[in-house]
């Protein structure tokens, strides 16, 4: 199929809904483990068949539009989500959202000469519905201006409070009001503007820093290094293995109190620290605390905290690798269980900037290739341990050649009219490769490997090779497919032969449908409905050959596009 058919092929939206029954949000006791820490270790940290799976994506910014390192972000963690819904988590509690307040937003309001409520209710369904055309199955979409959430942070505030971990104080120091974090002298430059004049900037982020001295509240971020280093090493909490080591590279010094407030007058938008209404609470105190709040309302019966999965972009690790866990040990929950860091989505090998104007919007990439063709793109290309880089080209060309010369080709020979009047799934045992002769008992042998190979590559977020596996069997399928010419011998009357080979090939691609689905849901979902394959045998049980003693009807879709 062409690029112009790939994109007159737009996928149905498929929104997947996971609902549970409420429940209270009861806390557990963090307990020390001290496991060596390697990639392998991540399996015994996994959530297994009838336990909990709570996931989240970082809650996006409103101060600009949603693009595609954003939707890279949520598509990680919901091909996750689903993958841990097949299975048998449950409940798995997805959550994504919008970060929406803090000096950031409340200048970007005021530059769009908007209320900041107006301009943050506009920004957010942007980025819903960014997410909702990218398929993300979230089970709640939380905003921090939600009432919900600013009494969750009131309360948990409470909690630090009561129990010694904040005081008042005087806090002085430089601060990136573009990363909303406070940076030290030593992390800063100053670097000289095309005027003349001098500007100092994180050293980090190359972003303006201003100094601040005022009255605000301090967290004792310095009692809780120790508490952090058990964390750490408890297991592979941070992965991959070079973001576990940075961070451990900086619990070896002294932690400083950490500002969680700033005068109400200076940041007036967002939340108030409780009992005193001229101070605020800092944003990314309040943030991070989205995830306890969607816990809390996660309408589970079973307890889902703590979290599985946080997913991360590499800008953000110190904060949740560092601040996020030391507010949760200091108010006595356990911290997260594993934070997964991925690298940056870069343009022609150039970091995206509305400033260098080379932003992706993810509408686009749908417009020319589908929503299936961005997320198989972002998933068969991004390698969570490095940088991606992004190509339309290249996008059009891996969604055409895999999707729908190689896949959708194949599903369209095997349930066309020609060569299948009847429309019928045949009965399938693994006969049926013998009857093949060799090429028969080669794909057979592959068909055996792949689930288990995809399996393991799933759960280590190796996305991208588990998608090389699954095409190679698709690789194999259409090689097997070409070898037997059905045509060839359905016109000679090997009927026997004929039939194998079909039976054979709807099997492979029925195969190769249900493990695609945490990676391309709604392509999946059309292919099985197309293969007549009913709803209720789609779980990772059915990824692997079943044998099948009766024929079934083909579903009535059209061809697979
Ligand atoms: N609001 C904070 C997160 C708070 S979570 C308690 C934030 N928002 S953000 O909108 O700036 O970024 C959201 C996520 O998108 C981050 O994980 C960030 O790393 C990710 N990305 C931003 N640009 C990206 C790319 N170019 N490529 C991949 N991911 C990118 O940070």
Known sequence: MNSSALTAAKMRFLRTRFSFPYNLFVHAKFSEKTSKINEESYRNFSSKKNEPFFITTPIFYVNAEPHIGHVYTAVLADSSARFHQLIGCNPVVFSTGTDEHGLKIQQASLQANKDPSQFCDQVSVLFKNALDKCEIGYTDYIRTTEIRHKENVHSFWKILLDKGYIYKGKYEGWYCTADETFVSEDQTTLVKLPDGKEQRVSTESSRPVEWFSEENYLFKLSKLRGELLKWLI?????????????????????????????????????????????????????????????????????????????????????????????????AGFDPPKCLLVHGHWMVNEQKMSKTTGNVVSPQTCIDIATATGLRYFLLHEGVPASDGNFSMTRLVRIANSDLADGLGNLVNRCCGKSLNPLQTRLAVSPSSFEVCGSPGLELLDLLRRTPDIVYEEYLQWNFYKGIDQIMALVRGANGFFNTMEPWKLKKEGQMDTFNATMAVTMETARVVGTLLQPIVPSYSERLLDKLGVPRENRGWDFARLQSSTADASLGVQETLR
Do not use: C
């Open 234 to 330: 408890s297991g592979p909490v941070v992965r991959p293995v070079r973001h576990y080591n940075l961070v451990k590279s900086w619990l070896e010094h002294d932690l400083i109190d950490l500002s969680i407030s700033r005068p109400r007058a200076r940041l007036s938008w967002g939340i108030p620290v409780p009992e005193d209404p001229s101070q605020t609470i800092y944003v990314w105190l309040d943030a991070l605390l989205n995830y306890m709040t969607v816990a809390k309302h996660s309408h589970s019966e079973m307890n889902v905290w703590p979290p599985s999965i946080h997913v991360i972009g590499k800008d953000i690790l110190k904060f949740h690798s560092i601040y996020w866990p030391a507010f949760l040990l200091a």
